[in-house]
């Protein structure tokens, strides 16, 4: 293999990585721009490898030109996993780990000079983050987020604030209540709820209860 087709391969990888990883930077995920990268860069540089091993030694032993890149998709469910967050409502990073295994695929397959192949999967993968996360949106309405309460009074508040929530057609899926050191009542709720509702017009009205001190939501 000449060098200037290896440098070609090694861009063009750089490229796709760089691409992916942008789009998981805007979605403020951990693993970005050069994670992505260096996934991608490196799968390339294992199949370009392995071919080059296979094409100069295929005389002497028999290569599996393969065996090398297989190891590449195992090993890169070790960097998925860390980028799955469990928290206590939710998973985070899935999307973000799965894009990585596919960009990993696609490194291997530039590596071995299948041009065609690894761009149409590129362009696929940047469809599905880009365009049909939109979709996703509209379409899967139903979200998960928590509520987070602090008030002076737990049992007058939390009958009020419960029956607010709910007006609004949102489901309570676990409450936790605990007091912190300066005896103030801390509420968490776990709640399901339709994107399309307004989180800022119920916490206004939470907001509006007494005894109520400060009121904050994650999504």
Known sequence: MIHKEMIIRLLLALFIGGTVGIEREKSHQWAGFRTHILVSVGSCV???TSL???RDHVQYVNLDPARMPAQILSGIGF?????ILKTSNSIRGLTTAAGMWVTACIGIAIGFGYYYLAFMAW???MITLYILKFIDKKVVLSKTSNFYIETL????TISKVVSIIERNRIVIKNIEISQSEDKFWNMTLTVMYNSKIPFKGIIEKILEIDD???VDYEE
């Open 46 to 48: 294992v199949s370009v």
């Open 52 to 54: 080059m091993l296979f």
């Open 79 to 83: 960097l998925g996993g860390g980028a």
């Open 123 to 125: 362009f696929i993968l």
């Open 153 to 156: 009074n737990i049992s007058q």
């Open 212 to 214: 109520i001190i400060k």
